[in-house]
C-alpha cells in the first residue's frame, strides 16, 4: 500500500483528476490524504467535493481529509449566518459552482465540519497549516489550520510535517533550522525523520498542483500543472 498525500486543491477539479491519475491511486488498497482547502477560489468547488465524497464511502479509513482554513470559514460562515469573510476568501465562487448545478453546498457542511485538524502516521505527521514541535497533543487549533511559521522557516524539531496552506513555486523541504530545499517531481527520496515539506504549490494562483507519495521508506513529488488539463 502506497500513501498520497495531495496539496491544496481550491476547487481546481481537472488537475485533481490528472493527479489522481497520475499517483496511479488504488481506490481499493491505497492511503489518500488531502491536507486541506479543497473548496474556494478556484472554479469547481463542487465537482471536487462530489469526488472527494465518492472517494470517502469508497475508501473509508484509508481517505483522510484535513481540515483547512477555508473549510473552517465556510462552516463559521453558516453558523454565524455572516459570508463576508468566506467571500473575501474565494467563498463566492464555492456557491456559484453550486447554483449553477442547481445544487446545494449545505448538504456538505455536516461533512467538512467533522474533518480533522490533523493524521499521524508512524514517521509523519500532515496537518493543513503547521503543529507544534511537542505533538498535536500541545497544538491549539489556529496553529493547525492557519500557521505560517513552518512555511515561513522558523526552526522545527518534531516529527516530519507535511503540511500546505502556504503557496511555494515548487515542494519545499526544510530541515530542522528552517533551511529549505526545493523537491523536483518524480525523483525518489528517503523519507526524512525530521523536518517539514510544504506541498501547497498554489495551482488556483496558476501554478501546479502537487502530491507525495510515499512507499517502503521512501517518497517522490508529482505534479500537474494549473490549466494543462481538460475534463
Not at 495531495?6 to 492511503?31: M, N, S, Y
Not at 473575501?88 to 449545505?106: E, M
Amino acid at each position: 500500500m502506497k500513501t498520497i498525500i495531495v496539496g491544496d486543491i481550491h476547487g481546481c477539479f481537472a488537475e485533481f483528476e490528472e493527479i489522481l491519475r497520475k499517483t496511479e491511486l488504488d481506490e481499493a488498497g491505497d492511503r489518500l490524504i488531502l491536507i486541506g482547502d479543497v473548496i474556494d477560489r478556484g472554479p469547481d468547488s463542487r465537482l471536487v467535493l462530489n469526488r472527494i465524497w465518492e472517494l470517502h464511502q469508497k475508501m473509508g479509513e484509508r481517505f483522510v481529509y484535513l481540515m483547512g482554513n477555508h473549510e473552517d470559514l465556510a462552516v463559521e460562515a453558516w453558523r454565524i449566518g455572516d459570508r463576508h469573510l468566506w467571500d473575501a476568501n474565494g467563498g463566492a465562487k464555492t456557491r456559484k459552482s453550486f447554483y449553477r448545478a442547481g445544487d446545494r453546498f449545505d448538504r456538505y457542511l455536516p461533512f467538512i465540519s467533522e474533518r480533522p485538524l490533523y493524521y499521524e502516521a508512524e514517521d509523519y505527521i500532515c496537518a493543513h497549516a503547521a503543529v507544534d514541535a511537542a505533538g498535536p497533543e500541545h497544538t491549539p487549533r489556529h496553529t493547525f489550520i492557519w500557521d505560517r511559521n513552518i512555511a515561513f522557516g522558523v526552526p522545527y524539531g518534531g516529527k516530519l510535517l507535511i503540511y500546505g496552506h502556504t503557496p511555494m513555486k515548487t515542494v519545499l523541504l526544510r530541515d530542522e533550522t528552517g533551511r529549505g530545499e526545493a523537491v523536483p517531481a518524480g525523483e525518489p527520496r528517503p523519507l526524512p525523520s525530521a523536518g517539514s515539506i510544504c506541498i501547497d504549490t498554489g495551482c488556483v494562483y496558476g501554478r501546479s498542483l502537487s502530491a507525495l507519495v510515499i512507499e517502503d521508506g521512501m517518497f517522490r513529488v508529482e505534479a500537474v500543472d494549473q490549466g494543462r488539463v481538460q475534463i
